[in-house]
T-cell receptor, first 112, second 114 residues
């Protein structure tokens, strides 16, 4: 079936460290992946996306890597700041392309 | 552009009642999706509308329904509320017709069923 999961429910880092959040997906037919950040009391906020014809995409302080061979997605955050503390979700589109399938989320805690 | 807005932000209902939640998408966005978020089940897809037509539906009972108006605003309705319907209900909008595009979320409506 279609499912997206994250490897670790929590990740704790020091301010200034680089963070890596991982996600495994099961549907090899998925062709669009998104990372969202959700802060307490807010809706998910778009961070970065990647299509299946790409291996890597960079944004401001964030990089998403896609390994289709092992169906693995990762989000790298450079120089992590306390404001990056949140729950991070990976999501993939279903085959119809009209719904997002979310993983369970990784809570990132950044201490200063 | 203004973001996705949802009303009300908080709601308390009792079992057996019904509730209607409203969502206004980003201006120009024609696709609206609804999700339910709970601590146990995470974020789960409810349904998606485009140009007033439901294109996709998640695995929820028929008590959950929705509709979209000609101005792309959407409502979802839950009838005969159960305790397990307590959740954060999120609406997301996207711009393109074909799907597989970025969805932008509103702040959600937090529903508590007593």
């Amino acid at each position: 079936g279609e499912s997206v999961g994250l490897h670790l429910p929590t990740l704790s880092v020091q301010e200034g460290d680089n963070s890596i959040i991982n996600c495994a997906y099961s549907n090899s037919a998925s062709d669009y992946f998104i990372w969202y950040k959700q802060e307490s009391g807010k809706g998910p906020q778009f961070i970065i996306d990647i299509r299946s014809n790409m291996d890597k995409r960079q944004g401001q302080r964030v990089t998403v890597l896609l390994n289709k061979t092992v169906k693995h997605l990762s989000l790298q955050i450079a120089a992590t700041q306390p404001g990056d503390s949140a729950v991070y979700f990976c999501a993939e589109t279903n085959q119809a392309g009209t719904a997002l399938i979310f993983g369970k989320g990784t809570t990132l805690s950044v201490s200063s | 552009k203004a973001g996705v807005t949802q009303t009300p932000r908080y709601l308390i209902k009792t079992r057996g009642q019904q509730v209607t939640l409203s969502c206004s998408p980003i201006s120009g966005h024609r696709s609206v999706s609804w999700y339910q978020q709970t601590p146990g089940q995470g974020l789960q897809f409810l349904f998606e509308y485009f140009s007033e037509t439901q294109r996709n539906k998640g695995n929820f009972p028929g008590r959950f329904s929705g509709r979209q108006f000609s101005n792309s605003r959407s409502e979802m309705n839950v009838s005969t509320l159960e305790l397990g319907d307590s959740a954060l209900y999120l609406c997301a909008s996207s711009s393109l017709e074909g799907g597989g595009e970025t969805q932008y979320f509103g702040p959600g409506t937090r529903l508590l069923v007593l």
